[in-house]
């Protein structure tokens, strides 16, 4: 029976124990944190080119937990991306070439939620067909640019503002750079991945964007009759073409589209 005592008062003890970690971590929440799109730990960690973050430069700047990313990193991350995806709005046409997308006639088809990849999901563009696809490593930023995001995030004011829009103008082109030498190509070019099959060969300081044209299924899984299939893909082919050479003129660096 003392045994017995003994255990049920160390169980509650761990259950104690569990609750008060639970509320020391709601506690410390970032303000702005529930306004942005913050994927899970687990999530990155998973995902195949996680290598290519610098983990030392991580450790060094406090970015890492038990040798993986940070919560913290990840809030920084979805504030630095919603600002870069401002930015982009601001600068290029893409809110209107969605709209063109999705009134071409062609019958274009967006991810479904359930569907859409981790880049997707981050996406601060709202917009139906196009996001950004680069990673975004931050662990290259300076101590005050990481600071001046943290600031935002425990502020818990817009996501958005013109100061952090103006520091990512400066920066991105150093925060998309990969630099794990991994997967290159000749010439500096990194391969992407998860391009229908395809590994693009694209250079591994460019600002890549993504296009989705997903396929369609009935109820029963099968692949939909799709009439407009090659004119689809024609259309996507010079959007893209049309598009790199254009948005690559604006901001004064290689921009390339990836269709999935």
Do not use: W
């Not at 829009?165 to 000749?186: A, C, F, H, L, W």
């Not at 009759?225 to 996507?236: A, G, N, P, Q, S």
């Not at 050479?245 to 901001?251: G, P, V, W």
């Amino acid at each position: 029976m003392k045994k017995y005592m003994v255990f049920l008062l160390i169980l509650a003890g761990g259950m104690m124990l569990c609750r008060m970690k639970s509320e020391e971590e709601e506690m410390g929440k970032y303000a702005l944190e529930d306004r942005l799109r913050i994927p899970s730990v687990e999530e990155v960690s998973e995902n195949p080119y996680i290598y290519r973050y610098n983990h030392e430069l991580c450790k060094e700047k406090g970015l890492l937990k038990d040798g993986r990313l940070s919560h913290r990193y990840l809030c920084l991350q979805a504030v630095y991306r919603a600002n870069l995806d401002a930015y982009l709005l601001k600068k290029l046409d893409i809110r209107q070439l969605d709209e063109e997308l999705r009134s071409s006639g062609l019958g274009f088809a967006g991810p479904e939620p359930e569907n859409r990849n981790l880049y997707e999901r981050e996406s601060a563009m709202d917009l139906e067909y196009i996001c950004l696809r680069n990673n975004l490593y931050i662990e290259y930023l300076g101590k005050e640019q990481l600071n001046l995001l943290e600031r935002q995030l425990e502020t818990g004011g817009e996501a958005v503002t013109h100061e952090l829009q103006s520091m990512t103008e400066e920066t991105y082109r150093e925060v998309i750079r990969v630099r794990n030498p991994k997967d290159r190509g000749e010439a500096g070019e990194f391969f992407y991945a998860g391009t229908k099959g395809k590994r693009p060969e694209i250079p591994s300081g460019a600002l890549v964007l993504e296009i989705a044209n997903a396929m369609e299924y009935d109820e029963a899984g099968n692949l939909l009759r799709d009439e407009h299939m090659r004119e689809k893909y024609e259309y996507l082919e010079k959007v893209r073409l049309r598009k790199e050479k254009e948005y690559s003129e604006i901001l004064g660096t290689e921009v390339y589209i990836l269709v999935e």
